[in-house]
């Protein structure tokens, strides 16, 4: 029977089938597409971005805005984007308080998070090209509204390279594939190693977390014995193909994906946690993932992306009952994310870890049907939301940026998702007007011609 080398690979269980080539391609370092250093000194080493998938609503989470009550019914006036057709302007039914010293306001529906209010970096002047789903996850995710461009991940693998050698530069956790799936990740023309490893969180024994973790027969020295003889071949092959530096990176890479497999096993497994750590985070598939996703940054993955799609592939996409869904998104949300950010804080991580929350935008202030408002929905809302950062070099305890009184457009300091990934590259060290890279006879950029560094923000 005839085996490619690649199928060899696989059956010699020296690593994670391909996704431990991937990383051990990097990390081998023998293809020169990874830049590998920062272009000046970094604030953040590491992203979490924990994305709450079909867009939360800013005024009833970040963004108060007493004057939707006042004006409760109205019909929204001036140019927008779809008319409305609801029963006008829908106030939220959540108090709004402030937090901490700083005085960090948020809606009740935060609770947890209204105890880190001090650590929270909220920006209420976000703002995007469209509102609707597919173009607004691909902007959000890779800075161009088609597909498929390569995504801030992938980026930032190219850009700096693996902090750890045994474990991949970016990873992607969803329980199951989100609305536009694998391109939200994808590398699109960057080398093949900067893809994202994405991981299926719907069951987190290891085992299931990872194809071919364990050889399902041979023991570790016998897998070594069978990888010696494999590498005998190649090294055989190499012979007769001088100055080929793609294969000797597979060469390089098979033994760090052999060694992979010990430490992924480790890693990936949040089984040994203290039972009050996990029970901090919570019991939901996100609470389980922001854990995870908490034990692959401090083992050196460079950025992972938690994706909220429990109950659905856009949970927060509440075209019906927004009041009672956001009660249900919230709480969990709440929990797994303050618990994070405490529990990256308490292990002196979050200074130099960014976390990022939110989702592709927000969601109208005003009623997307005419029913009674607690039944009623908010339709998808592009031109002003909300999203926060906390650690990573961000100033902590700060409110940035305004939306008009009804919430409907960012009007002071914008921020366009452009600014925001300049802004995140700058904290992590890059020029994002330098970070690019040759295709099809052109520089491209994760800014594309666009984006600003936000630096009011950057502590």
Known sequence: MNFTRREALRSAGAGFGMVGLAGALQAADETGTAVGQPHFAAKAKRVIFLFMNGAPSHVDTFDPKPALAKHAGEQPDGTLYKASKGSGYM????????????????????????????DLCVLRSMHTDVPNHEPGLLMMTSGHLQPVRPCLGSWLSYGLGTENKNLPTFVTLAPGLPVVGPQLWSNSFLPGEHQATAIDTRDMQVE????????????????????????????????????????????????????????????????????????????????????????????????????????????????????????????YSDQATAALITDLKQRGLLEDTLVIWGGEFGRTPYAQDKVDFEKAGRDHHHTGFSMFLAGGGVKGGFTYGATDDFGMK????????????????????????????????????????????VTDIIA
Request: contains cysteine; proline residues 5%; charged residues 25%.
């Open 91 to 118: 106030p939220s039914p959540f108090a709004f308080a402030p937090h901490g010293e700083s005085g960090v306001v948020m809606s009740e529906l935060f609770p947890q998070l209204s105890r880190v209010a001090d």
């Open 208 to 331: 299931k977390l990872i194809a071919n973790l364990r050889h399902p027969s041979l023991s570790r020295p016998d897998q070594r014995r069978q990888l010696d003889l494999l590498q005998q071949l190649n090294t055989m092959h190499q012979g007769q193909r001088q100055h080929d530096p793609l294969l000797e990176t597979q060469i390089q890479a098979m033994e760090l994906a052999f060694d992979m497999q010990r430490e992924a096993s480790d890693v990936f497994d949040i089984s040994g946690e203290p039972a009050h750590v996990k029970d901090a985070y919570g019991p939901t598939v996100f609470g389980q993932g922001c854990l995870l996703a908490r034990r692959l940054v401090e083992s050196g993955v460079r950025m992972v992306q938690v994706y909220d799609i429990s109950g659905g592939k856009q949970p927060w996409d509440t075209h019906t009952k927004n009041n009672e869904k956001h009660r249900q998104l919230c709480r």
């Open 410 to 453: 960012a009007i002071e300091n914008r921020i366009h998702v452009h600014d925001l990934h300049a802004t995140i590259l700058h904290l992590m060290g890059l020029d994002h007007e330098r970070l690019t890279y040759r295709f099809s006879g052109r520089d491209y950029r994760l800014t594309d011609v666009h984006g600003r560094v």
